[in-house]
């Protein structure tokens, strides 16, 4: 019988989360190169893995979710999810799903995109 560690699944997580992370830097540099410009390889894959642990932390799992949540932190700033006032605010209801709270962020962002 195979045996798998702990050690070695938290190896596999590592390696998943990584390779993820890597899409994303990719799929951000084609869709937001301005905000990429100044990044090296290996510092857009580290900040894009701390984008996908904070979007999981709210709850937020599917691809989708994970990219719309990584392309708000590369329009709002890295980070605006606990930084901002209002998106603290919006990801702190327990009242609304977590697509629903992505959608509400996604919502407010456009107004203070648009400095309304």
């Known amino acids: 019988m195979l ?3 702990h050690s070695q ?3 596999f997580r ?10 994303l ?3 951000a540099r084609r869709i937001h190169p301005d905000a ?3 990044l090296d390889d290996t510092r857009l894959v580290a900040m894009m893995e701390a984008v996908i642990k904070a979007a999981r932390a709210r709850g937020l799992r599917r691809q989708s ?3 719309r949540f990584s392309d708000l932190s590369m ?3 890295f980070g605006f999810e606990s930084k901002e006032t209002w998106a ?3 990801f702190a209801n327990r009242g609304m799903s977590a697509a629903d709270r992505l959608r509400e962020a996604e919502a407010s962002a456009v107004f203070i995109i648009r400095g309304a």
């Open 65 to 67: 979710h994970l990219e």
């Open 88 to 90: 603290r605010a919006i």
């Open 14 to 23: 590592q390696a998943r989360l990584t390779d993820f992370a890597e899409q």
């Open 25 to 27: 830097a990719r799929r």
């Open 3 to 5: 045996v798998i560690t």
């Open 36 to 38: 990429t410009a100044g």
């Open 75 to 77: 329009t709002l700033g």
């Open 9 to 11: 699944m938290t190896a």
